[in-house]
């Protein structure tokens, strides 16, 4: 069936490095890509996400990379700071009927 | 603020009860989604309704069920409940029924077993 894999689980960065977060679709038909951020105890909130005609899109700090041959689709934080730490969620959607799938999530640390 | 609310934030009950929380959307959409979301788990997915009928369903109990009104308030009934139901439950709303739609998250309801 339809899976999404992300990695890592737990990622630690210091303040100012760059994060990345990895995410690996199995159904080809995907073609819409959100990020959600979620803080404790709190609601996913949409980051940013990338539909399957771009290969890469950045707002800020943050962008998305997309490779769909591989079928793999990236966030990117730069310059990071500690109200980045939360944890994050991939998800993979395709068309003709409801079907968003999300990835396990990573739960980011950044030290400051 | 997303636009869509929750009610209640907080519910703390006993085993074999009855709940029902509530959603709203925001303004203008028409498919509400339930999601579980246990302690340090990832979000499960429950159920899909449009414009007042289900749409899909996900990894939903028996025990569970869920409607959406002709205002498109839904709600999602929990009954004989047990320590395991505890979780956070997020409703999200998205403008029309297609998966690839942004669906936009709740502030969650927070459902406590005892």
């Known amino acids: 069936g339809e899976n999404v894999e992300q990695h890592p689980s737990t990622l630690s960065v210091q303040e100012g490095d760059s994060a990345v977060i990895k995410c690996t679709y199995s159904?080809?038909?995907?073609?819409?890509f959100p990020w959600y951020k979620q803080e404790l105890g709190k609601r996913p909130q949409l980051i940013i996400d990338?539909?399957?005609?771009?290969g890469e899109k950045k707002d800020q700090r943050i962008a998305v990379t997309l490779n769909k041959t591989a079928k793999h689709f990236s966030l990117h934080i730069t310059e990071t700071q500690p109200e980045d730490s939360a944890v994050y969620f991939c998800?993979?959607?395709?068309?003709?009927?409801?079907?968003?799938?999300f990835g396990a999530g990573t739960r980011l640390f950044v030290k400051a | 603020d997303s636009g869509v609310t929750q009610t209640p934030k907080h519910l703390i009950t006993a085993t074999g009860q009855r709940v029902t929380l509530r959603c709203s959307p925001r303004s203008g959409d028409l498919s509400v989604y339930w999601y579980q979301q246990s302690l340090d788990q990832g979000l499960q997915f429950l159920i899909q309704y449009y414009n007042g009928e289900e749409r899909a369903k996900g990894n939903i109990l028996e025990r569970f069920s869920a409607q959406q009104f002709p205002d498109l308030h839904s709600e999602l009934n929990l009954s004989s409940l047990e320590l395991g139901d505890s979780a956070l439950y997020f409703c999200a709303s998205s403008v029309a029924w297609e998966g690839t739609d942004t669906q936009y998250f709740g502030p969650g309801t927070r459902l406590t077993v005892l």
């Open positions: 998800a993979a959607s395709y068309p003709g009927g409801f079907k968003t799938i």
């Open positions: 990338i539909r399957s005609n771009v």
């Open positions: 159904d080809s038909a995907s073609n819409y």
